[in-house]
């Protein structure tokens, strides 16, 4: 899809800006990080839909206040001092914020895979291109996905945290993510996403499941381990013998209003 050239001069100069930008470290409390992250709490409480689908045209509007919350992590260091779980969120916070801003910066769009990103030499996709500065260094949502939220012990409902842009993601949470209460809003969102029919279709015997779980099949086991653990949060009894199938899933932006086309889910 073109891309108008001020849209791509606003997001290289951004770019630009951040990698110039000095690092400060940050050593926060509980307190401080939930002060940091406070902007882009206050965002999704007013442009996040009942449904759990982002209104780009209202961030579009508050655009500046989504900058200056992306510009402020220039001068954060996540540090040993911090929780795991504080890091996670962090970098949960991090991921949605940056990806939610790239596709502003090309909005209107139909789907964030349609979006090149202008680097030296040519262009990169949404997910590989660096798009954020934290603590001075660059990076690129799926470095951030691999890097900093996943390890030995992968925790699943990652996957339905991170904002995919993607119609058949998991719908958003209406608030930031938060170290002190991160378990219990990773639950929330698991069962959310699971008991929607919209996303997934279950009956005791036989389970229609998103693309995410195929996706990433590495993360959530073997077929044994995916019925243990959507047994763990669905209201539907899951017989140990029951059989999986994935749905396909659609890229179609997560839009407060938007088209729903499918496709095959691969992994980024």
Do not use: C
């Not at 596709?103 to 139909?110: A, G, R």
């Not at 949502?141 to 390890?151: D, F, M, V």
């Not at 998991?170 to 991160?182: C, S």
């Amino acid at each position: 899809m073109p891309v108008a050239f001020t849209h791509l001069s606003r997001y290289a100069w951004l770019i630009w800006l951040l990698a110039l930008a000095p690092t400060v470290l940050y050593a926060g409390t509980q307190t401080s990080l939930q002060q940091l992250h406070e902007p882009w709490n206050d965002l999704l409480s007013r442009h996040v839909t009942y449904d759990g689908r982002l209104d780009y045209q209202g961030v579009l509007e508050d655009e500046d206040e989504l900058l200056q919350y992306l510009m402020s992590l220039r001068k954060v260091e996540p540090t040993a001092a911090w929780s795991p779980q504080d890091t996670k969120a962090f970098w949960l916070n991090v991921y949605n914020a940056s990806a939610a801003y790239l596709v502003v910066q090309y909005y209107p769009v139909s789907s964030i895979n349609d979006i090149r990103v202008k680097v030296l030499g040519g262009s990169k996709s949404p997910w590989d291109a660096p798009v954020v500065n934290v603590g001075g260094q660059m990076y690129s949502l799926n470095q951030i996905e691999r890097e900093k939220l996943s390890g030995p012990s992968p925790d699943p409902r990652t996957h339905f945290a991170l904002m995919y842009a993607a119609a058949s993601a998991a719908p958003l949470l209406k608030e930031a993510y938060d170290g002190n209460r991160l378990n219990q809003q990773l639950d929330v969102q698991t069962r959310r996403f699971l008991n929607d029919s919209n996303f997934n279709q279950l009956t005791p015997t036989h389970l229609k499941l998103s693309s995410l779980f195929d996706a990433y099949a590495k993360d959530f086991g073997s077929p044994s381990e995916v019925l243990a653990f959507v047994s763990r949060y669905v209201r539907t009894p899951i017989e140990p013998t029951a059989t999986i199938e994935y749905i396909s899933f659609s890229w179609a932006l997560n839009d407060r209003i938007g088209p729903d086309t499918s496709q095959p889910m691969s992994k980024h």
